[in-house]
């Protein structure tokens, strides 16, 4: 599984394998979208705002799950020295920023309706806020600082940093009393929501996860082509 | 029409769904440009090199065959 990531694993990978990717990912979000928009049944309390959720809940996963590997990508960058490890984490940086950004907006056309009001300094809502912030942070890192080195430990530290943040964001609700509903899906216990709604969700999810996967396999690339470019630039 | 007013919340949902693909297309956009101009420069600069690593390669089958 680990050694999928290395570089001359990544460069192998065709354009298309990526263009099969791109046409699943059509196919897996064009049933979404029939299913999601009209297809399934609106909540008997919240009516059709409920919709939403088959792009807030994948977005908030998704986004929480790239900061995770990058969290832990930096920590074995830092620790174990592997080379390939910044490369990694700064190419899942934009999915995840791109969908906690999506996470937020929507969670915001969610709350208007539901709540009465766009936005609250909710634990939940802060702290998903607080995890833009950081992607931002990581991101302006790369961005800004030339030194590879330096760029490196300093996106490294603010990738550990930001660990800290998820359980925050995943517990804020049982942890505070907040206006966001506890989640209706745990790895530990049966979901809560019917059926009709659990497959349109998956469905989702299912898509974002490939777009998800494209993104981050045409980044990784760029990223290595671009290093191996540097070296050879840094050599001569 | 009752698709698009969605008993009035129409107004929220269209907009999320529209948000999110938006988003989602220009990442998909911005990183291919990025991904083809770095494929191309990188192409330009080993595939050059690639392919005398294969002539070489076969030189030293060819040496290796007649050694035997």
């Known amino acids: 599984m680990f050694k999928n990531f290395f570089p001359s694993k990544i460069l192998s990978i065709t354009n298309n394998t990526i263009n099969g990717l791109v046409i699943l990912l059509v196919v897996v979000v064009v049933i979404g979208l029939t299913y999601s928009l009209f297809l399934s049944p609106p909540d008997y309390i919240q009516g059709d705002s409920v919709r939403i959720m088959y792009v807030h809940v994948p977005s908030s996963f998704i986004a929480l799950s790239c900061f995770g590997f990058i969290g832990i990508a930096s920590i074995c960058n830092?620790?174990?020295?592997?080379?390939?490890?910044?490369?990694?984490?700064?190419?899942?940086?934009?999915?995840?920023?791109?969908?906690?950004?999506?996470?937020?907006?929507?969670?915001?056309?969610?709350?208007?309706?539901?709540?009465?009001?766009?936005w609250v300094w909710d634990a939940r809502l802060t702290s998903m806020a607080i995890l833009l912030l950081f992607y931002?942070?990581?991101?302006?890192?790369?961005?800004?600082?030339?030194?590879?080195?330096?760029?490196?430990?300093?996106?490294?530290?603010?990738?550990?940093?930001?660990?800290?943040?998820?359980?925050?964001?995943?517990?804020?609700?049982?942890?505070?009393?907040?206006?966001?509903?506890?989640?209706?899906?745990?790895?530990?216990?049966a979901p809560t929501i019917h059926y009709t709604m659990l497959v349109p969700l998956i469905i989702m999810f299912f898509g974002m996860i490939i777009y998800s996967l494209i993104i981050f396999l045409m980044r990784y690339k760029t990223e290595i082509m671009k290093f191996k470019l540097n070296k050879k630039k840094y050599h001569k | 029409m009752e698709l698009f007013i969605l008993d009035g919340y129409g107004q929220f949902v269209w907009p999320?769904?529209?948000?999110?693909?938006?988003?989602?297309?220009?990442?998909?956009?911005?990183?291919?440009?990025?991904?083809?101009?770095?494929?191309?420069?990188?192409?330009?600069?080993?595939?050059?090199?690639?392919?005398?690593?294969?002539?070489?390669?076969?030189?030293?089958?060819?040496?290796s065959g007649r050694l035997i």
């Open chain 1, 78 to 118: 830092l620790i174990f020295k592997i080379k390939f490890m910044p490369l990694l984490a700064k190419s899942l940086s934009p999915i995840g920023c791109v969908f906690s950004l999506i996470s937020i907006v929507t969670g915001s056309f969610w709350g208007k309706p539901t709540w009465g009001i766009w």
């Open chain 1, 136 to 189: 931002i942070a990581y991101i302006l890192t790369w961005k800004f600082i030339n030194n590879f080195e330096k760029a490196n430990k300093i996106s490294s530290i603010i990738g550990i940093i930001g660990l800290f943040n998820l359980p925050v964001i995943k517990y804020s609700v049982d942890w505070w009393n907040t206006l966001h509903q506890p989640s209706s899906i745990t790895l530990t216990s």
């Open chain 2, 16 to 63: 999320a769904f529209i948000f999110t693909i938006v988003s989602c297309f220009f990442l998909y956009l911005k990183t291919k440009k990025e991904f083809h101009k770095q494929e191309k420069i990188y192409l330009k600069e080993f595939k050059q090199l690639e392919t005398k690593k294969i002539e070489v390669d076969k030189k030293r089958e060819v040496l």
